[in-house]
Nanobody, 121 residues
Framework: VQLQASGGGLVQAGGSLRLSCKAS????????MAWFRQAPGKEREFVAG???????YYADSVKGRFTISRDNAWKTAYLQMNSLKAGDTAVYYC????????????????WGQGTLVTVSS
């Protein structure tokens, strides 16, 4: 599956953004989806995951602020980000086709190109 992430931008602390991840192919509904992020000088880290059976997982750092969702009809996954903090600044990647632990970078076979989120304090 090919993925195209979008929706990043510059936002003030406390603001909101919604990221989108558009997938190609006819089997989107069969894939577990996830969002990861990578801040400058840091390793890529798990943010949120949503399985094809609608199990949902969040990193502790975003619980209560971020919401992951999907629309199988539109083959799109979303990440609604509220109450953004400067520490959320990163390139955000969507991922699909999981074959391992939901929060592991190595578990996903397909990745989008990344979209930059910058939160100013």
């Amino acid at each position: 599956v090919q993925l195209q992430a979008s929706g990043g931008g510059l936002v003030q602390a406390g603001g909101s953004l919604r990221l989108s991840c558009k997938a190609s192919g006819r089997t989107f509904r069969w894939y577990d989806m996830a969002w990861f992020r990578q801040a400058p000088g840091k390793e890529r880290e798990f943010v949120a995951g949503l399985s094809r059976t609608t199990d949902i997982y969040y990193a502790d750092s975003v619980k209560g602020r971020f919401t992951i969702s999907r629309d199988n009809a539109w083959k799109t996954a979303y990440l609604q980000m509220n109450s953004l903090k400067a520490g959320d600044t990163a390139v955000y990647y969507c991922a699909a086709d999981r074959v391992g632990t939901y929060d592991s970078v190595r578990a996903y076979n397909s990745w989008g190109q990344g979209t930059l989120v910058t939160v100013s304090s």
